[in-house]
């Protein structure tokens, strides 16, 4: 009997049970999902969701599903901690916006490379024997867009057009 008593003292409490100061039960809900080892954890989800509401979160969810739940709420919690307004959403808008102005360069500069392949089609066609647009003085690259097909000058509006829907999305 003294045996058990001295196996539960020796074990250290979670790292809830221990913020909180209280004796960590063998069926501690926290315990699984912060260990002693990780006071920080749970000392930012304590302070952005508190211990009653995490405690009901976890008692709601089935168990396979505390782990991901705690993950989020770990996840969540540090966020609000840098960013208290927009916590995840804040920087998921940050990351949108990148996004979006990356694929606004991308579409200029396929837009940028069709009007060169325009440029250059237009010359070879008008110029036809001109050294430099001889097949020995010719690139390979450009050898292999000779022949594939050009894009129409429409094509390449609607790829401009998109880039400045684009900007002007984010303008405002």
Known sequence: MKESGRKQSAASPCAA???LRRRCAQDCVFSPYFPADEPQKFASVHKVFGASNVNKMLQELPEHQRGDAVSS???????????PVYGCVGAISSLQQQIDHLQTQLAIAQAE??????????????GGGTA???PENVSPSS????TQPI???FTMDMVVDHANMGESLWSC
Request: aromatic share 6%.
């Open 17 to 19: 049970c221990k913020l």
């Open 151 to 153: 894009m129409s000058l």
């Open 143 to 146: 050898r292999h867009t000779q």
């Open 73 to 83: 709420m770990v996840y969540e919690a540090n966020a609000r901690v840098r960013d």
């Open 113 to 126: 490379v069709v009007h060169m392949r325009m440029r250059q089609f237009s010359s070879m066609s008008s």
């Open 132 to 134: 430099e647009n001889s």
